[in-house]
């Protein structure tokens, strides 16, 4: 059995709808896949309905943005109701703040002399949830960066020069939530090549609050953090997961199924739903 718990469409900043990826996931040979697009559930309905038609099973879940001890750590759920009040608030608080920022992200820009044209932007987003992605990627049209790397790295990503600072629930409350909605939580790409390094300690404590989970295999994680992590995994009773962090043409190197969860892992996580 062939396991991806971590996709993303273009609800949030993938670039193929729910139905394309379900599609291709069928074409990559996937029997089990999560959905998991940035803060928002909107495409569930779509790929449901997509991945009946290719005979994939559908996890549902999303990955939500928050912050741990001063800095961004992204959170993946799954099987939760999407409905559950504390959730749907802080969602919704998510996805006004995230919108709110564009105008002030776009007049730094402005100042630093690059003109960026708002509905060009939304455009880029179509039904998704506008975002730093949407906006790296008129820069690029536009010619202003070479790369979308480019566009975060000096402008986009925190201590960048337009960078705004926007909503994010803290870890310990987000794991909260996911579990008060009937769902598990499992940390992304915890040791990535972004600077977010979750210690063992920290782990620990996740672990005591309700983290059920670690994302093992990812491609920011090399083969010495993947055995690391795999044996933190072990030691604290977690699951360990994983996928492919797939977000279609918008990010390289990321194929549906280049990483995989055991399937006696993801047994395991389905036991704490």
């Known amino acids: 059995m062939r396991i991806d718990l971590h996709t993303h469409s273009d609800r949030s900043d993938g670039t193929d709808d729910p139905g394309t990826l379900m ?19 909107a495409g569930w309905a779509d790929a449901q309905i997509a991945a ?46 995230r919108d709110g920022r564009i105008p002030t992200l776009l007049s730094k820009l402005r100042g630093l002399g690059i003109d960026l044209d708002e509905q060009a932007i939304r455009t880029e987003a179509g039904a998704g949830s506008i975002g730093r992605p949407h906006v790296a990627a008129i820069m690029v049209r536009d010619g202003h960066v070479p790369d979308q790397q480019t566009a975060f790295e000096e402008f986009l990503a925190p201590h960048g020069r337009a960078y705004v600072e926007r909503y994010a629930p803290t870890l310990e409350e987000a794991i909260g939530v996911l579990n008060a909605a009937g769902g598990v939580a499992v940390l992304a790409h915890a040791r990535g090549q972004r600077g977010r390094a979750v210690s063992d300690e920290r782990f620990d404590q996740l672990a005591a609050l309700g983290l ?62």
């Open 52 to 97: 009946d038609h290719h005979g994939i099973r559908l996890i549902r879940g999303i990955e939500l943005a928050t912050k741990d001890r001063g800095r961004g750590q992204h959170l993946l759920g799954y099987g939760f109701d999407p409905a559950h009040p504390a959730l749907v608030a802080m969602l919704q608080r998510g996805t006004d703040s």
């Open 23 to 41: 599609a291709k996931a069928a074409q990559a040979g996937l029997d089990v896949v999560a959905l998991t697009d940035h803060d928002t559930t």
């Open 212 to 273: 059920a989970g670690i994302e093992v295999d990812h491609q920011e994680h090399d083969a010495r953090t993947r055995a690391d992590l795999r044996a933190l995994a072990q030691e604290l009773e977690l699951v360990a997961t994983g996928s492919s962090d797939y977000h279609g043409s918008r990010k390289a190197n990321h194929d549906l199924g280049c990483n995989l969860t055991d399937p006696d892992e993801f047994q395991r996580l389905l036991g704490n739903l």
